[in-house]
């Protein structure tokens, strides 16, 4: 009888998919559901050696941040001494890569593509992350022919902005990467995201790239002037569209808000699930709303906790701005009476407190902010029988906004509950 591969005996490991400079990707199913899933192995050795565990944390906080129907799912992260395992949700359809490489497509089925890339895009700025390395290699389809994004490896947070605001890498490939990025004098992560869109519609419509040539210093110098031509078979409307996507200057290249007006744009276009801001419930104490809650709380993935939390591997420089530290505190106190100082704390700052259930609850502001009421989602995890987790992350609204909220209003309310911080000195008395 054949040996089974089980995985922390959570997941069933199958055959091979493919494999990286660092990583291999198995076929792979969770026991319990069988839901199939892909798992990417990682070795620690290899990827230290060649000075890459950034760029791997790098990766974990930005999935972690980018949950959306066309950006694909990192289910969970867990590791041995030796390796890390990213279990990852299976896309079936391949690379739409696969689809150009047989030739040009349809002009509907190109714009449904960009428009899915554009909702994905939009939805990773607003949460200040860049991918920067975007192209139909790292663009999947799933079996309902649905776009999805992978590999955030090169993505950049505002982080790894210098003190002028602008990103300094140079990344990506150059067929697909902004002017702006190839000159070196440093650029806007998310105006570059919306050149390499440009490129990936026009080869979508076209077959083949805007700008070719076997000399690379020829072809970054097309780069630089955008020097392309649309084939007689492209609409006036996407020639149009594409000639405001690929402007070398930044600052005049067309924005998301305003591609989203674009006629062509908007044909046929819904809006993912994930952009609609709910309208929180109020709260109640009634029998069906305690029903809803779980006796205890989720068991909390080990190896985040341990990747979060611990100086040796400290990803809280990595979350959603630098202040995302005060976003996350170890607890001693029970789970139910953290939820309810949190629910008393959120009323007394104006907050309506709505959906609690599962360890789980939401808070909205009351007042209008940059980007409408700021939406904030708190989890109450375990990850030993003294010891909780609780976690606050911005749903909607404005980012600057959320961390003016955690740093002023959440921690001096909480600090009667609180053990440690993440960020903070990681120091428990023993």
Known sequence: M????????????????????????????????????????????????????????????????????????????MATKTKIFFVMEYVRGGELFAKVFKGKLKEDAARKYFQQLISAVDFCHSRGVSHRDLKPENLLLDENEDLKISDFGLSALPEQLRNDGLLHTQCGTPAYVAPEVLRKKGYDGSKADIWSCGVILYVLLAGFLPFQDENIMKMYRKVFKAE?????????????????????????????????????????FTRPLA????????????AESKSNKLSSPKFFNAFEFISSMSSGFDLSSLFENKRKSGTMFTSRCSATAIMAKIEAAAKGLNFKVGNVKDFKMKLQGSSEGRKGKLLVTVEVSEVAPEVAIVEFSKSSGDTLEYAKFCEENVRPALKDIVWTWQGDNFNTSR
């Not at 199958?14 to 199913?29: E, I, P, S």
């Not at 290899?46 to 959306?68: A, N, T």
């Not at 930044?250 to 924005?255: A, G």
Request: proline share 6%.
């Open 228 to 268: 392309f031509e649309c084939p007689p078979w492209f609409s006036t409307e996407s020639k149009r569209l594409i000639s405001k996507l690929l402007v070398p200057d930044p600052e005049k290249r067309i924005t998301i808000p305003a591609i989203s007006r674009v006629p062509w744009f908007l044909k046929r």
């Open 275 to 286: 952009f609609s801001i709910e309208e929180l419930p109020i709260s109640d104490d009634s």
């Open 2 to 77: 054949e040996e089974r591969n089980i995985l922390f005996g959570k997941y069933e490991m199958g055959r091979l998919l493919g494999k990286g400079t660092f990583a291999k990707v198995y076929y792979g199913k969770e026991l319990t559901s069988g839901e199939s899933v892909a798992i990417k192995v990682i070795s620690k050795d290899e990827v230290r050696k060649e000075g890459m565990m950034e760029q791997i944390k790098r990766e974990i906080s930005v999935m972690r941040l980018v949950r959306h129907p066309n950006v694909v799912e990192l289910k969970e992260v």
